[in-house]
Nanobody, 122 residues
Framework: QVLLVESGGRLVQAGGSLRLSCAASGRTFSSPAMAWFRQAPGQEREFVSAIDFSGGFKFEADSVKGRFIIYRYNHKDMVYLQMNSLKPEDTAIYYC???????????????WGQGTQVTVSS
């Protein structure tokens, strides 16, 4: 089992920045790939960004490219999402996920956190 706990979400003005954190514990070695997803009210959960165990392979959704950066500190079992130039359409609950494969397919992630709310005001 892997336990994921997100933090860092809050209300922020458009154009601002936030850093989300995801603390992992348990058998983290069994699910080395990490990702962030988000879900806005009435919408499906969508892929934001993913990173492999080494941190050398990562990618993001086109909607956040150039604004969001995913990175990880394995010695701390932490994954982060630095969000810059935030827009109102970034408003959503952000979820951390862990799995075996670095992918944008949410069905391939075995473990999920409870989520953290990000609200961007215009």
């Amino acid at each position: 089992q892997v336990l994921l706990v997100e933090s860092g979400g809050r209300l922020v003005q458009a154009g601002g920045s936030l850093r989300l954190s995801c603390a992992a514990s348990g058998r983290t070695f069994s699910s080395p790939a990490m990702a962030w997803f988000r879900q806005a009210p009435g919408q499906e959960r969508e892929f934001v960004s993913a990173i492999d165990f080494s941190g050398g392979f990562k990618f993001e959704a086109d909607s956040v490219k150039g604004r969001f950066i995913i990175y990880r500190y394995n010695h701390k079992d932490m994954v982060y999402l630095q969000m810059n130039s935030l827009k109102p359409e970034d408003t959503a609950i952000y979820y951390c996920a862990a799995g075996k494969i670095t992918t944008r397919d949410r069905n391939l992630y075995n473990y999920w956190g409870q989520g953290t709310q990000v609200t961007v005001s215009s």
